[in-house]
């Protein structure tokens, strides 16, 4: 079990809600907090940074407390060893790619010592030849190299990236991404990412956070937070598409069969919330995403949850298709949206597969 | 003729200019970084020369400064001199009705400047002073130049406020506006001239830097962008 190296637990009265926040870090982790623009994502960060003054709160970093509303004690931002990536880079426009980086190992290298510092974290972002160049003259993407690197460059504690990829275009996005993935081994810096897409903070983060209207509404491993929503609002905000409302027939060790009106099928599932096992039977909503759907060209005799499907509707795009589609005879139900890589039809009407570990419930 | 008057303005309007600098860029900097309604109603204050009558405010320098009170006693007690009728007292009241013209351009340009950058240096370790030498007059010195500027211009034009105050001494207070008018009242036209023309130049020269200062700022946008 590992030590929690960050805690932010703290209330915010911001102009339309109260932020009220609740973060565990702990050693070599990483966090993404996803939420809509206007959830209080960057004022999180704002008041871990000490820019902003939560009410009442605590946060702690390493050992040492950077607030704490009952002492009295709010450290200022010099003093947070924290490091920050705006979403529009921040870097100074009066100096150069070089200076920016100088500015921020000022205080710790002097003279030849900072030099080669600053040419070997340069070097690092590959962008040695820009050196005397100023940020107006460097493209998005290079910029936010530099602002990555003058963030890192004075050896924070923490670093806190305020939706830094959002002003960039997809391609430079990946290479964005790669870069803090090399950060974050190369330079052991644990970070928090805010943004508002899934994807992205999947990719980058171990752990995610789901905030709305600067309320928590689910923290914990991205894994489970896919697998295992524990309200349909999250569920939703994770890519869970397909959500119905059914009813647990029986119950057994941890999973049971659920019946979906919307289907007309008894849907075997392995996992159902403690409530809902508990209390059968009872109502839960049963959902699935559209990724883990999987369609079958025939039936396939023993495998639970197969229903033959017809497809209503499909959206095709570069790496896979969106399908729609019903139970076979049911057009006019809600469909079910799958995600497939690719798919060839032949003259039998396709099944469509609900895998009984894929599947969640939900009680509320 | 003489040149005395042009050679007072420009040591009047060059010493109220810097005393007004020294005021101007803490409070313009308090005035963007606290939001207190007390600190609001004081920077809405700093408009008030300009608003008010020059022989007005004079009246009140004169009130505030003359032999009678405190502050005119307690100079008096430190030099030996009266801060009235002096070249002295012509530096306090032109500062003071130059004044919203430099603070309001200081103001303008450091609320321009991005609080993204300020904590992104102050995150960085640096300190708030070291932020305001490194970042925040770095990235406000054109507003600060063109407001020294216009301030410049405008203490070496005033006539009302500085006659209250500093009266109208021949080759002691006697400034150039001063001249102009005293030179018109004597039927001296060759010298009221004289003084228009120069006064008029350096209103030129100081409306050109302003012109460039401008197209400058607008060039480095464009670049931004």
Known sequence: ?364 | MTLFPLYLSLKVAFFATLLGLIAAVPLAWAFTQYHHPLIKWFNSLTTLPLILPPTVLGYYLLVLVGRQSAIGQLYEQLTGKTLVFSWQGAVLASSIVSFPLLISAIRNAMSHVSPDLIAAARLLGHSNWHVFWTIVLPLSWRGIISGVALAFARAMGDFGATLMVAGNIPGVTQTMSIAVYDAMMSGDIVQANFLALIMTAVAIIVLFLLYRLEQKVHHEHDRNV
């Open chain 1, 1 to 364: 079990m590992s030590l929690p190296i960050f805690q932010a637990k703290f209330k915010k009265t911001l102009y339309s809600f109260n932020l009220e926040l609740d973060l565990i870090l702990n050693e070599g982790e990483t966090l993404g907090i996803l939420g809509p623009s206007g959830s209080g994502k960057s004022m999180s960060l704002r008041a871990i940074a000490g820019l902003i003054k939560p009410e009442h709160g605590v946060i702690s970093l390493k050992g040492r407390f950077l607030f704490d509303s009952d002492k009295g004690f709010d450290a200022p931002p010099q003093q947070r060893r924290i490091g920050y990536v705006f979403q529009h880079y921040a870097l100074f426009p009066h100096m150069t790619v070089a200076e920016n980086i100088s500015y921020a190992l000022a205080r710790t290298l002097k003279g030849v010592k900072r030099k080669e510092r600053i040419h070997k974290l340069l070097e690092e972002i590959r962008l040695t030849e820009h050196a005397s160049r100023y940020p107006s003259q460097l493209s998005g993407g290079q910029q936010q190299r530099v602002a990555l690197m003058r963030a890192l460059a004075a050896d924070p504690d923490l670093l806190l990236l305020d939706e830094p990829f959002s002003a960039l275009d997809a391609e430079l996005r990946g290479e964005l991404e790669a870069l803090v993935l090399r950060f974050r081994s190369s330079h052991n810096v644990p970070y928090i990412l805010v943004t508002h897409n899934l994807e992205e903070a999947y990719r980058l983060c171990d752990k995610l956070v789901i905030i709305e209207q600067g309320k928590v509404l689910q923290l914990g491993p991205k894994e489970e937070l896919l697998r295992r929503p524990q309200t349909l609002e999250v569920a939703r905000k994770v890519g869970a598409k397909n959500l119905w409302e059914g009813e647990v027939i029986n119950t057994g060790t941890s999973g049971g069969t659920v019946y979906v009106p919307a289907l007309n099928e008894e849907l075997i599932i392995h996992s159902l919330p403690e409530a809902a096992a508990t209390l059968a039977p009872s109502k839960v909503w049963l959902g699935i995403r559209p990724v883990e759907a999987v369609l079958l060209s025939g039936p396939e005799p023993g495998l639970p949850n197969t229903f033959p499907i017809e497809i209503i509707n499909q959206i095709r795009g570069v790496q896979s298709h969106t399908l729609f589609v019903t139970p076979l005879g049911k057009r006019d139900g809600e469909a079910i949206q799958i995600e497939v890589p690719g798919h060839r039809l032949g003259a039998d009407p396709p099944y469509l597969y609900l895998p009984p570990d894929k599947l969640f419930a939900l009680t509320h």
